[in-house]
Each structure stands twice: as C-alpha cells, then as structure tokens.
C-alpha cells in the first residue's frame, strides 16, 4: 500500500513538473548564461535528444554542427563547433544555457534560441515577409530542451 502510493506522488510529481514548465521569459541565466535549474524538472530522454537533432522541423542541430555519432543523418554543417566530446567539457547546466540561448554565453553567436519567445527586432512569419504575430511561440518545447541536452551529455570521447 506505501509503495503505491509513494508510486503514485511519484507519478503526480512528474506529471505537475510537465505540466508547469519553466515559461521562456522566466528562465534563470547564471553569470556565464548557465541555466542551472531543468524546465521541466523531469529527466530528458537522450534518444528523443538525438531526433531533435537532426529533424529538420525541430533542432536540425546538425545543419550547423557536426555530430559522429549521427554519421547516418545528412548534410552535416561546419558553421559551428563539432559536438563531439561535449558532454566531457560542458556542464549540463552550461548545455541548457546554450540551447536555450546561445548569445547569453557567446555574446555574438548565430546559433538560434530554441526557448526564446520575446525581445526580437522583427521575426517573420515564416515565409510571408509579414511581422509574426504575437506571441512567438518558442522552436522547441521545455521537454524538448531538456531531451537534447540528455542527448548532448551522451557525447563523450
């Protein structure tokens, strides 16, 4: 009987974390653009990480990057860094910062913020040529977030 419903708390926990993600305009950046706190407070899921990476209509983190491990997904991009080795010389707290937003670390990235949804000069809309509409939804979702930085601690030499 405690054991269900410990299980159970469990579960709600879990559930109440996803439910109630860190909103974009809420999150903490650290000194250095480290977001030490996850945006779900569920654990990410390292093989959906990997999809996101190379989803065209997600991350499609290797447009820009290069990743060995994804060696079977096309058109590898060298604007950024390789990803190889990440996870041995970034934190996942430094990891999530940079997803999140990569200018609140590297002041003059082109990297995209994948969780940013206001302070923009002008977004499109797409391919319209018109002023997106307000509010900008973020390109990835918290969990989403959270599932590529599992991913991106899994890069190991």
């Known amino acids: 009987m405690r054991l269900t419903v410990i299980s159970i708390a469990a579960a709600f926990a879990a559930t109440t974390a996803l439910a109630n993600p860190v909103a974009p305009d809420d999150v ?6 480290e977001v030490e706190a ?3 407070g569920v654990p990410g899921d390292a093989a959906n990480g990997a999809k996101i990476m190379y989803n065209r209509g997600l991350g499609n983190c290797i447009a820009c990057h290069e990743v060995t491990a994804l060696k079977d997904q ?7 860094p390789t990803l190889d080795g990440t996870g041995d010389v970034r934190t996942e707290a430094e990891l999530r ?5 990569a200018k609140m ?12 949804t206001s302070g923009f000069t002008r977004p499109g809309d797409g391919y319209t ?11 990835l979702s918290a ?3 959270e599932d590529v930085v599992a991913y991106l601690m899994t890069l190991k030499d």
């Open 97 to 101: 910062g940079i997803v999140i937003n």
């Open 143 to 145: 969990q989403e977030i």
């Open 28 to 33: 903490v950046f650290g000194e250095y653009g």
């Open 38 to 40: 996850s945006l779900t």
């Open 129 to 139: 040529g018109k002023a997106a509409k307000m509010p900008i939804a973020p390109i």
């Open 74 to 80: 096309p058109f590898h991009g060298e604007v950024g």
């Open 105 to 116: 670390t590297f002041e003059g990235s082109v990297m995209p913020a994948f969780y940013r």
